[in-house]
């Protein structure tokens, strides 16, 4: 039997973070996944985390099963956090899920069980992990143009050029904010735009937000998505806590199942239940017990995101200081966007050829289509990747 296994892609964003590792250099610069670091370069446990954790580990009783979809208190949480009262509770289906990622999966599954034809438009660039998972299970998929390569903006009439080619039940996918891989994102008026086009053509919208808090702030991030979710008939939420909690490794997500007719919540709610069981039967629950124990705290939660908001005004600085840097050095405007784009990442526009020149000659590594993650960079690294920039051509 495993003499038949093939071996599979590797993951892009994962095998640059072997390859840093390996990397014998001293001085090397990880631009490559999105993780934050501060200015030591350590991804630190958020402060209402610890405290939380403390909490948890004093008063937990029992670590018998949840449910299969989690701590109900959880999702009511993040319902409150992502959507505010956008939406009435009674239309949400919700469940707990092993991180982003697994909400993503399990809204991918949900997809081909509702509707086997369906088609996931994604934008082109997009997360490299949609794709392979939906390849994964069998299900089509479509692109729509996104970034503006000259611009370094989105090419917003491409997008709904493309987007005029969905068909009625095919699914728009939508990074709620901070675009990941680009860094560029909609502006509200545009977000009405592609509104208005899902209802016009009976489309099903989702958005993976992965980044709230991290772009220009925790309720202005969740924006896009409460009008999405408050405008469209049918709606996928699938939601992360790995970055804006930086709970990475607890594996802290949720998936929401909206409808403007609350008589489809139960079953939504059970299909969902119904694919939490099938994969990994109860969700992880240290996160999302953190998660709550923060978000239902009103100190735990002012500080929270106090930090969060120093986490978001960090990067933005280091944004400016990258662009200023490299209009001294370059003598032009052409990097102004880094300044401009907003979350953990902006895509250089740089080929290939010289991002591997960046990591073999300076040791600075990003993902080959030449995505940085700002978080990991700092007041010192940022001269030195400008130089680098500029050495190397781009
Ligand atoms: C990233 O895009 O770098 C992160 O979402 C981490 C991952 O799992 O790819």
């Keep these: 039997m495993f003499e038949n ?11 640059l973070m072997q390859m840093y590792r390996e990397d014998p250099r001293d001085q090397k610069i990880d631009l490559g996944v999105g993780v934050y670091k501060n200015a030591e370069g350590v991804t630190p446990v958020m402060r209402a985390v610890k405290a939380a954790e403390k909490r ?32 009435p509770r009674g239309n949400i289906a919700a469940v707990a899920t092993p991180g982003g990622t697994g909400a993503c999966r399990q ?14 438009f994604l934008s082109n660039p997009t997360w490299p992990n949609h794709p392979s998972i939906l390849r994964y299970l069998g299900i089509e998929t479509a692109e729509y143009r996104y970034f503006d390569s000259e611009t370094r903006g989105v090419d917003f009439d491409g997008m709904i050029e493309d987007l005029k080619t969905a068909n009625a039940g095919d699914v728009v996918l939508l990074h ?75 594996r802290t997500g949720l998936l929401m199942a909206i409808s403007d007719d609350p008589a489809q919540t139960a079953l939504n709610q059970s299909s969902l239940a119904f694919l939490n069981r099938q994969n990994y039967s109860f969700p992880p629950d240290h996160g999302a017990r953190v998660v709550t124990t923060i978000l239902n705290d009103e100190a735990l939660r002012a500080d929270w995101a106090a930090e969060l908001e120093e986490v978001r005004l960090s990067m933005l600085g280091l944004r400016q200081q990258l662009a200023d840097e490299l209009q001294r050095l370059s003598g032009s405007d052409r990097f102004g966007f880094i300044a401009q784009h907003r979350g953990m990442f902006s895509r250089l526009g740089a080929a290939p ?31 030195i990747l400008a130089q680098a920039i500029i050495d190397v051509g781009v």
């Excluded at 296994?5 to 095998?15: E, G, S, T, Y």
């Excluded at 809204?107 to 996931?120: Q, T």
């Design 5 to 15: 296994l093939k071996p599979q892609p590797a993951d892009k964003i994962l095998a």
């Design 56 to 87: 948890i580990l004093e008063e937990q009783e029992s670590k018998a099963y949840t449910g299969l979809a989690g701590d109900p208190a959880y999702a009511d949480a993040m319902i409150g956090l992502i959507l505010g009262d956008a939406v």
């Design 107 to 120: 809204a991918f599954e949900l997809i081909r069980m509702a509707n086997p034809s369906a088609r996931v």
């Design 176 to 250: 709620g904010c901070c675009h990941n891989p680009t860094g560029a994102n909609l502006n509200m008026v545009q977000w009405q735009e592609v509104v208005n086009l899902i209802n016009e053509r009976g489309l099903v919208a989702m958005i993976d937000i992965a980044y709230q808090g991290f772009g220009d702030g925790l309720e202005e991030d969740a924006q896009a998505t409460r009008l999405v979710a408050s405008s469209v008939k049918r709606c996928l939420i699938a939601a992360s806590c790995s970055k804006n909690f930086g709970v990475y490794r607890e």
């Design 353 to 383: 050829e010289l991002v591997e020149k960046l990591r073999a000659d300076h040791g600075i590594y990003m993902v080959g289509d030449s995505r940085l993650n700002i978080a990991g960079l700092n007041a010192t690294t940022v001269p």
